[in-house]
């Protein structure tokens, strides 16, 4: 079965700071990676998704994701951090029927201003 | 257009009661997804529809959770005899087609928030 980890629970920044949030996975086969963006009362908005091809893939917002197969990770980036970016962040892995999801524990995002 | 909607968005029921949570996917969405959000955790698959058959009810919980989609648009997830561990955010989302794939994004609703007393 699939797995996410997220190692960090929290992350405080600058705003203006580069910001990069951590994702490895689990998986048998080729994954469908995402990253997620929630803010509080809101659903989950799609930053970014990867399925093949170049492992740099870009997103909104400014976001981007590196797949590198060899960590089993896919690690979230952004080159300057705007103080609307403070929210929860979730990775996660689509499979089997449907391409459910399986999601991480989420990284909580501060922004300092 | 109009996104996944749910319904309602808080619900405060005392253990022991049934509830009813009801989802709106986004119109022509094949598939519907639940999912469990507990305090502090990432979202948890729970149950999938391709229109209105249920083809994975893998991550339902216990027997008290059922889920249905009778005419393949709106689905109602209900609980019978609610526990206090069953408090969480339940969310709903919906993409276009039927079968997986990186190209079948999920659109998700807000989600309601049950709590149980």
């Known amino acids: 079965a699939q797995s996410v980890t997220q190692p960090d629970i929290h992350i405080t920044v600058s705003e203006g700071a580069s910001l990069e949030l951590r994702c490895n996975y689990s998986y048998g086969a080729t994954p469908y990676l995402f990253w997620y963006v929630q803010s509080p009362g809101q659903g989950l908005q799609l930053l970014l998704k990867y399925f093949s091809g170049d492992t740099l893939v870009q997103g909104i917002k400014g976001f981007e994701a590196e797949f590198k197969r060899s960590q089993s990770s896919f690690n979230l980036r952004k080159p300057s951090v705007h103080w609307s970016d403070a929210a929860e962040y979730f990775c996660a892995v689509g499979a089997g029927g449907g391409n459910k999801l399986t999601f991480g524990t989420g990284t909580q995002l501060k922004v300092e201003l | ?117």
Do not use: M
């Not at chain 2, 989802?23 to 999912?35: E, K, Q, T």
């Open chain 2, 1 to 117: 257009g109009a996104g996944v909607s749910q319904s309602p968005r808080y619900k405060v029921a005392k253990r022991g009661q049934d509830v009813a949570l009801r989802c709106d996917p986004i119109s022509g969405h094949v598939s519907l997804f639940w999912y469990q959000q507990a305090l502090g955790q990432g979202p948890e698959f729970l149950t999938y529809f391709q229109n209105e058959a249920q083809l994975d009810k893998s991550g339902l919980p216990s027997d008290r959770f059922f889920a249905e989609r009778p005419e393949g648009s709106v689905s109602t997830l209900k609980i019978q005899r609610t526990q206090q561990e069953d408090s969480a955010v339940y969310l709903c989302a919906s993409s276009l087609a039927g079968q997986g794939g990186p190209y079948n994004e999920q659109f998700f609703g807000p989600g309601t928030r049950l709590t149980v007393l």
